[in-house]
């Protein structure tokens, strides 16, 4: 059974940076897309960047590129969200997200085995 665990979260101040990891298990990693999600209070799960199995292909939400990185590393099964110039708007939960499929996604439904999430605090 594939399993998610994210990790990196935590409390950083306003223009900080934090890298949050999502290690998964099982042997299909490489060919398969994910993707990273956020979820603050109150409000829906959203798109943030997926990338493609393989070598990678990368996606963003509009509003985040430039901010947000995704990458991945086919060897250590293991994806990264790379953030920056962290803004109090960016407090969420942050889920990792992989799909039954080579090609990465932005939509919610489209992705079948989530990890638990790890919650970005940005104070001011």
């Known amino acids: 059974q594939v399993q998610l665990v994210e990790s990196g979260g935590g409390l950083v101040q306003v223009g900080g940076s934090l890298r949050l990891s999502c290690a998964v298990s099982g042997d299909s990693f490489s060919s398969r897309a994910m993707g990273w999600f956020r979820q603050a209070p109150g409000k829906e799960r959203e798109f943030i960047a997926a990338?493609?199995?393989?070598?990678?292909?990368?996606y963003y939400t509009d509003s985040l590129e430039g901010r947000f990185t995704i990458s991945r590393d086919n060897a250590k099964n293991t994806v990264y969200l790379q953030m920056s110039n962290l803004k109090p708007d960016d407090t969420a939960i942050y889920y990792c997200a992989q799909r039954p499929s080579y090609s990465a996604r932005r939509l919610v439904h489209e992705y079948d085995i989530w990890g638990q999430g790890t919650q970005v605090t940005v104070s001011s």
């Open positions: 990338i493609d199995g393989g070598a990678g292909s990368t």
